[in-house]
């Protein structure tokens, strides 16, 4: 199948919702491309003018115009539009790399869809991509070669931590890495609620809350200890974190987060079925 060059580095969003913006503030943001190189499109036209003219990309008339200018195409629809854009531009996406975001939609229903000519590859985001701090983790389809997978590197590593998966674990990712954000940012919002309660100052609260995160967050990344182990290194028995754990612990809180996940791993499997 030919190919574009590694080199060729146009990209091309269709869709120009929430993670849309956010991998082009976050691509942006690290100047792994300028925005003359970034074509957006949306179904009514409005979300993808408004885009550009935040963030200085070009709104294409068409989607097929919008692919034909681009060799990375990025599909940011919601899943269930997913398939339904892609089959509309099977001609256009002929020898172009098709990189996917949408939830639950299958490689192979993908490249079914594209008219069997794209080379696709899944990918799930989270929206932390926009500060430079996200994840995407990838699950290559038998059309995409190993440039796609070095070009799809070198073009998104400066804004996220990049792992490779084989696809039927991609449901289980988008519950964890995928939504994780919104569960942590949860958590993040009871411990602000919780220092107003308990006299701080909501910028204060804020503030130690989010650094308190990032940074149990930067133990685990930067030591080879485990959570249990630096948990351990904190809690002196009967002291005051001990006594915060054990009303976490009375409560079930891991269970309730592994249900959580386990919820969100069941809607994504329900989004594939449902395409
Ligand atoms: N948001 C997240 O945190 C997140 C994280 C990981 C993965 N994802 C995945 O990313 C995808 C997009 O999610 P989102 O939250 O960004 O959705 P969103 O904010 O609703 O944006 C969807 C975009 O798709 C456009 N669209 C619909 N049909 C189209 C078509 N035929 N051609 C071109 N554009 C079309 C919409 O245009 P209009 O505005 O005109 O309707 C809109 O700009 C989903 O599949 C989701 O599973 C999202």
Redesign the pocket.
Known sequence: MPQEPLAANKISF?????????LIQGLLKTESVAPHEIFV????????KHLAEELGVTAAMS?NEAIEAASMIIL????A??L??IT?SQKSLANKLLLS?????RSEDLFQAAGGKARIMRA????SVRVGKGTIVLAPHPSTTPEDLLLVKKVFSACAALEEISEEKMDAV?ALS??G?AFALLFLEGLVEAGLQTGLDPKIARSLAAHTLEGAAALILQTEQSPQELRAEITSPNGTTAAGLRVLEEAGFKKIIEQAVKAARLRAQELAVTK
Not at 41 to 48: E, L, Q
């Open positions: 269709l869709g120009s919702g929430r993670i849309a913006r956010a499109t949306s179904h009514s036209g409005v979300s993808a989607n940011c629809t919601k899943p539009q997913a339904a854009t509309t975001m949408a939830a639950g939609i799930m985001p989270n929206t988008t995928g939504s954000p």
